[in-house]
């Protein structure tokens, strides 16, 4: 059973930075994919970005240029490096794993295909 802990949410004014973090524990050397997604009361999941067991990554039309996905296989890691920090950006941001296949007709899959689920980590982003 995989468990996904995210961190290092918070509140920053627009223009800054932020780094989340999810830690990855309860699984072997089996390959998963992951994936940032964010949601705001009254709206759907929106997938940010993601990211295969060889690093290939995709990141949403909203964030490009702004956010990136990066993992430490070392660490169990993944990380969502988040800059340029927009108030449109505020919402609870979940990590999410899947195992492979990664991408579906060359697209991250949809939220209700990921099998596991951090708690969330709230990021607020003043004006």
């Known amino acids: 059973q995989v468990q996904l802990v995210e961190s290092g949410g918070g509140s920053v004014q627009a223009g800054g930075s932020l780094r989340l973090s999810c830690a990855a524990s309860g699984y072997t050397d089996s390959p998963y994919c992951f994936g940032w997604f964010r949601q705001t009361p009254g709206k759907e999941r929106e997938g940010v970005v993601a990211?295969?067991?060889?690093?290939?990554?995709s990141v949403a039309d909203s964030v490009k240029g702004r956010f990136t996905i990066s993992q430490d296989n070392t660490k169990n890691k993944v990380y969502l490096q988040m800059n340029n920090l927009k108030p449109e950006d505020t919402a609870m941001y979940y990590c999410a794993a899947i195992q492979p296949p990664c991408w579906w007709h060359n697209t991250p899959p949809p939220p209700s295909a990921y099998n596991y689920w951090g708690r969330g980590t709230q990021v607020t982003v003043s004006s």
């Open positions: 990211i295969d067991e060889y690093g290939s990554t």
